[in-house]
């Protein structure tokens, strides 16, 4: 079935402006997590979009048990299109969903308890790395420095998907 709603939980506003950009470009409502409680029926058609946290989609599982998941969309500091693999495998998403990342960026001021905690932790990590890659310093510094990449074009492969659909 072809999604009739975007269903999306953002912590620091990128998933929330993400969704409502996919809202605009595919003609479809988005709703918060909790908004759709009170907006959608059980069992409902739905694009999930969540933030990632250890490469797990924050409150997927929530959504698969009221709605009907046709595609999840995570939003991550990881560049557009990568850790695919390893979002499939710890959030659990079976290979017949069709999956996205997207980079959504860093604002460490919006950060609160764990996941400012979480952030450092993974800023030391990063920083102790002796062989660092290209990927790791671009990493390095956007989580120092912050930035925003939430745009159109990082939403082209699921707007190209719904299209087929």
């Known amino acids: 079935m072809k999604p009739t709603a975007i269903v999306y939980t953002s912590n620091t506003g990128k998933t929330e402006r993400y969704a409502r950009m996919l809202s605009n470009e595919l003609s479809i409502p988005a709703y918060s997590i909790s908004q759709a ?3 959608l029926e059980k069992g409902a058609d739905i694009i999930y979009m969540g933030w990632l946290m250890a490469a797990t989609v924050k409150d997927l599982p929530k959504a698969n048990k009221k ?6 969309c995570g939003v991550g500091l990881c560049p557009t299109g990568e850790m695919l693999s390893e979002v499939r495998s710890a ?9 996205f990342t997207v980079q959504g ?3 460490k001021e919006k950060l609160k308890g764990v996941y400012a905690i979480m952030i450092k932790m993974l ?7 002796k062989d660092k ?8 510094d956007l989580l120092l420095k912050g930035g925003d990449y939430v745009c159109k074009e990082n939403l082209l ?8 659909e």
């Open 67 to 72: 709605y009907n998941v046709c595609a999840v």
């Open 123 to 129: 800023i030391k990590m990063v920083s102790s790395k």
């Open 157 to 164: 492969s699921v707007i190209e998907w719904y299209n087929k």
């Open 37 to 39: 409680k009170k907006s």
């Open 133 to 140: 890659t290209e990927g790791d310093v671009a990493m390095l």
């Open 105 to 107: 960026g860093m604002d």
């Open 91 to 99: 959030a659990r998403i079976p290979d017949n969903i069709p999956l």
